[in-house]
């Protein structure tokens, strides 16, 4: 297992209702899941928990074995850096920083020596142009940001990659160009994704689809 | 990495951050350039004399003893009587004398009789003799030797004449025009009063004067001086003398002997006290000038911290980025005070660079117009303690938008 949840309850300080109550659900080795949900329904909640970045109130999220909620947050933010990889809807890179230094940086923070090679290797395969590896990335359209957002997530090999609405910053044939290099680079690396989303044109691609309000318990329901 | 990333960070920032960086310059250079100039002007003060025991005159306050005797400024209220001087300069705790005869002067410098002694015991800075830059000390009467600024500012050479006025304005009516003085030297720059005398003889002094009373020319008294009139030229009166004694020991019992000359009221002043005494009067303005540039300083790191404050929100997808990949709300806050950190370093050797090359620049112009004398080389040695000061100062005031960017870390969620 890559993921697996037990029990989890999660609120925000100053709501009185979790937003988030999953008795149990688990994500397997190289599995994308495509999770679909309407907005405000805890989502992105879901991938912070699972991040590391905020904790459950009670219950469990293991990660490939590894009990999140008994690391220190030093540790967690390390835990993230070697382990899961981030692609956002957009802004996913420092601006005034270049594809390669980008990525590097990510690199330096999942504490591996120097990536410039494989750096240049992926975003090769995700057809960013060699002009472009030295430039500002704010120079970059939106659709190769994200592509070069997708080589930053994978450059440490994490065994787990959250994408939180990573297409709906781009156009239709921009899109599905960008799934299929993300379904292709995370099966080639062997990653587990996560994939959120409201648009469910894309749930086609997955082999696995489930809507949050299937495994959340909260928000009153039945 | 992390070097790299607060460089792109700043260079993106660079607009804001230049200014910034210029703001810190010019403070730091004010601040050290006040320490340079409070640190070299106590030096140059307490170096105007060495080696001096005593100072003696007719009584009056120790400072305007000092004041005339030593740095040309203000007048005597009295002389003293030659054989009071005598009698003093006979002491056995008396090793040597320097009579000083004050009250003429030659185009706004100050001209002062004294004798070849002066030239032999006088010595300023760290016990270092006068010297000539040219010429030889005076020997006859109408002999006169040159401070270096005198010679310098109003052109003379050697074996030029010059007239002395009485008196001491620069525009003075009375001319001892029937009596030109010589030159017979000149002497090499001090940075003390003495650049800025001329030094007669007691014998030129008192010839110049024979006709005169009161400070006016008698009418129809020509000059009449020959070898026959050499008697008349003892003085009858100076205007005070320096001592130097056969042991130290002897200082206070001398001085007290002086202070209670039964003869004439005298005052004796040891020069090191008064010089002290004198400095302590110029530290309200000392410190209003330290207090200045401190705040000047705080401007300009409160001006830094308000930049880091104002780039905070542009930095906020910045923050969502690298604690999505795995950077800790340290490492945001060391971010903040690395930029900190470059400004003011940056800012700080910049200032050092002006200051130096400012200092190497003025140095001629200081030592001619004022007689301060900066060594550039000291800045190395002054500068650290303030450097470190200052980059401390700035380490604590970047913390303002150091923690503010912490927490913002801290509550980042992953979605922007």
């Known amino acids: 297992m890559i993921a697996s949840i037990n029990n989890l309850r999660f609120h925000y300080a100053g709501t009185d209702e979790p937003l988030l109550d999953i008795p149990r659900w688990s994500l397997a080795g190289g599995e994308q899941i495509f999770l679909h949900g309407h907005s405000g329904t805890g989502k992105s909640t879901l991938l912070n928990l699972l991040a590391g970045m905020l904790l459950p109130d009670t219950g469990t999220i293991d990660i490939l074995g590894k009990r999140i909620s008994t690391l220190s947050a030093r540790q967690r933010d390390k835990w993230r850096a070697r382990h899961i990889g981030v692609v956002f809807q957009q802004f996913n890179l420092i601006p005034y920083l270049s594809p390669i230094d980008n990525i590097r940086l990510a690199s330096h923070f999942g504490g591996k020596a120097d990536a410039t090679a494989r750096a240049q290797q992926l975003l ?68 587990a994704l996560i994939f959120v989303s409201h648009d469910l044109n894309l749930a086609k691609r997955f082999s696995r689809v489930e809507a949050l309000a299937d495994l959340n318990h909260a928000g009153g329901r039945h | 990495m992390f070097f790299r990333l607060t460089l792109a960070s700043l260079w993106n920032r660079r607009g804001s951050a230049v200014l910034t960086l210029l703001a810190v310059t010019v403070s730091v250079f004010v601040l050290l350039g006040v320490e340079q100039i409070r640190h070299q002007a106590r030096a140059s ?211 007290r002997q002086i202070n209670t000359y039964r003869a004439e009221p005298l005052l004796a002043i040891l020069p090191g006290v008064t010089l002290a005494e004198l400095w302590q009067m110029t530290a309200i303005m000392e410190n209003a000038l330290r207090l200045t540039s401190a705040l000047v300083l705080l401007a300009s790191l409160l001006g830094l911290a308000a930049m880091l404050l104002a780039s905070l929100r542009e930095r906020q997808r910045e923050v969502a980025v690298l604690r999505a990949i795995g950077a800790s709300p340290w490492f945001l806050l060391a971010l903040i005070e690395a930029e900190a950190l470059i400004i003011t370093v940056g800012g700080s050797l910049l200032a050092l660079a002006l200051l130096s090359l400012c200092t190497t620049l003025s140095a001629d112009g200081l030592a001619a117009q004022i007689s301060l004398f900066i060594e550039s080389a000291a800045i190395t040695r002054t500068a650290p303690p303030y450097l470190l000061a200052i980059v401390a100062g700035a380490m604590a005031i970047a913390l303002v938008p150091g923690i503010r960017i912490y927490r913002s870390a801290l509550a980042q969620q992953l979605t922007y």
């Not at chain 2, 005797?69 to 320097?98: C, H, K, M």
């Not at chain 2, 040159?146 to 074996?159: R, T």
């Open chain 1, 124 to 191: 090769g395969s995700l057809g960013i142009q060699t002009v472009l590896f030295q430039r500002p990335a704010a120079q970059l359209s939106i659709g190769q940001q994200q592509r070069v957002a997708i080589a930053r997530a994978l450059i440490n090999r994490p065994e787990l990659l959250l994408a939180d609405e990573p297409t709906s910053a781009l156009d239709r044939t921009n899109r599905d160009a960008f799934l299929s290099l993300l379904l292709e680079q995370v099966a080639h690396n062997h990653t």
């Open chain 2, 45 to 255: 003060f307490g170096n105007t004399v060495s080696g001096i025991d005593l100072i003696v005159g007719a009584r009056t306050g120790d400072i305007n003893l000092l004041l005339y005797s030593v740095f040309r400024l203000g007048n005597a209220t009295n002389n003293i009587n030659w054989q009071s001087y005598r009698e003093i300069a006979d002491d056995p705790g008396v090793a040597w004398t320097i009579p000083i005869s004050l009250g003429d002067s030659h185009r706004g410098y100050r001209v002062m009789g004294t004798t070849g002694d002066y030239f032999t015991h006088f010595h300023y800075g760290q016990d270092r003799p006068l010297q000539l830059a040219k010429g030889a000390p005076f020997s006859d009467r109408f002999d006169v030797v040159l401070g270096s600024e005198v010679a310098h500012s109003l052109g003379y050479q050697l074996k030029d004449k010059l007239v002395l006025a009485h008196g001491l304005g620069s525009t003075s009516f009375s001319q001892h025009a029937d009596t030109p003085f010589q030159v017979t030297g000149i002497l090499a720059p001090t940075g003390t009063p003495v650049d800025q005398t001329l030094h007669v003889s007691l014998q030129g002094i008192e010839a110049m004067h024979i006709g005169w009373r009161d400070g006016v020319k008698l009418p129809g008294a020509s000059h009449r001086l020959n070898e026959n009139t050499r008697q008349e030229l003892t003085p009858e009166s100076i205007t005070a003398f320096m001592v130097g004694l056969t042991s130290k020991l002897n200082t206070f019992r001398l001085q």
